[in-house]
């Protein structure tokens, strides 16, 4: 039977795709209040690669609303508290914890799941976070040329990187590509369960993906301020379409069965 447009995994059906948010001081109209807040370059790239933006800020935090949507997108922001790593506080550490209970529990919820994932930024470090990895507070202690990633505040750097050979990124992106960047951490040690599959010419980490499971990119980069190329948040959303498919044909089968029809929507044509 042919499937209906507004049918989950029908041709004309448009992911469900949950952002994480910020929450703090924002402003509108003439009102100034603590505000759940996500800028506006995530929610325009996922319904321009075809998605439904559904926000989910860091307060009533419930992982089974995964169960609701088709992909989760965790973005950037402020720095991971290290105390979830097991680290002491670098003087330039900037965190918000209720914002990363939130979402090392939706990223576990997702792992967990099978719901596609993609983390950018802090959401890249969360993921590694999230699976026992560390961060490096400050990259500039470490690496001399990095303060290029984050040149300024407010002003966004830009990296280059190569892509290792059959992973989700070369499939995207080719062999080398570049993306605008802000960050001053970067993934330390990569948790168990995650490769690194990019990497900047200093070797700094740029992009890990998961080795068994479901669909799950970690990027260190902000391919969502690059209006020019979409390719990561098309290829993603493709992917949510094959979970909404694969969980209205196959709903009482693994998710093993689940992640191949996954895969089959990530091919380029």
Not at 95 to 109: K, M, N, V, W, Y
Not at 184 to 210: C, S
Not at 218 to 241: C, T, Y
């Amino acid at each position: 039977m042919a499937s209906s447009a507004s049918e989950p995994g029908g041709t004309g059906y448009r992911p469900r795709i949950a952002l994480t948010t910020y929450y703090q001081e924002g402003s509108w109209g003439v009102w100034s209040s603590v505000a759940a807040i996500v800028p506006g370059a995530y929610v325009e790239a996922v319904a321009a690669a075809g998605g439904t933006p559904l926000l989910l800020p860091p307060v009533g935090t419930d992982p089974g609303v995964l169960e609701l949507v088709d992909g989760l997108v965790v973005i950037g922001g402020v720095d991971v508290d290290p105390r979830f790593y097991g680290a002491e506080r670098h003087e330039l550490t900037a965190s918000q914890p209720s914002r990363d209970e939130h979402d090392l529990a939706l990223t576990r919820a997702a792992l967990e799941r099978g719901v596609p994932l993609f983390a950018i930024c802090r959401g890249a470090q969360i993921l590694n976070v999230a699976l026992g990895g560390t961060l490096i507070q400050h990259l500039p202690d470490v690496n001399e040329n990095a303060a290029r990633y984050q040149p300024g505040p407010g002003r966004y750097g830009e990296v280059e990187f190569a892509t290792e050979p059959g992973s989700r990124c070369r499939e995207l992106l080719g062999e080398t590509a570049w993306s605008p960047c802000y960050h001053h951490q970067a993934l330390e040690t990569v948790a168990e369960g995650l490769v690194v599959t990019a990497r900047a010419a200093d070797g700094t980490v740029e992009a890990v993906e998961t080795t068994e499971g479901g669909w799950t990119l970690g990027v260190q980069f902000h391919p969502e301020e690059n209006r020019k190329d979409s390719r990561l948040f098309e290829g993603f959303v493709r992917v949510a379409h094959g979970y909404a498919r694969a969980q209205r044909d196959r709903p009482g089968e693994t998710r093993r069965a689940d992640h191949a029809l996954q895969r089959e929507d990530t091919r380029i044509t």
